[in-house]
C-alpha cells in the first residue's frame, strides 16, 4: 500500500468491512481487527491481534516473529 492509501483507510471507520490482502503482515497488524492466516491456500489460524498473539505468548512482539 502507498503511503497515501493506508494514512487513508486508517483515517475511515464507518464501521465497514474492508478485505485486505497483504504479505506484509506489519500492515495487518496496523490496519485490521482481525486476521486470517492463509498458507499453500487454507486459512491456517484466524482472531483478533490479541487472540493471534496468545497463540505463542512466547513470541508476541509481532505477527511476523509468530507466523515466520
Known amino acids: ?3 497515501s492509501a ?3 483507510l486508517l483515517a475511515i471507520n ?3 468491512t474492508v ?3 497483504t504479505h ?3 500492515i495487518a497488524e496496523q490496519l485490521a481487527d ?3 492466516i492463509i498458507y ?3 486459512l491456517k ?3 483478533t491481534l490479541q487472540q493471534l498473539y496468545a497463540l505463542h505468548p512466547e513470541h508476541s512482539r509481532s505477527l511476523e516473529d509468530i507466523f515466520l
Request: net charge neutral.
Open 19 to 21: 478485505f485486505l490482502t
Open 24 to 26: 506484509i503482515l506489519e
Open 45 to 47: 489460524v484466524e482472531g
Open 34 to 36: 482481525r486476521i486470517g
Open 6 to 8: 493506508l494514512n487513508a
Open 40 to 42: 499453500e491456500g487454507n
Open 14 to 16: 464507518l464501521g465497514k
Open 1 to 3: 500500500l502507498g503511503k
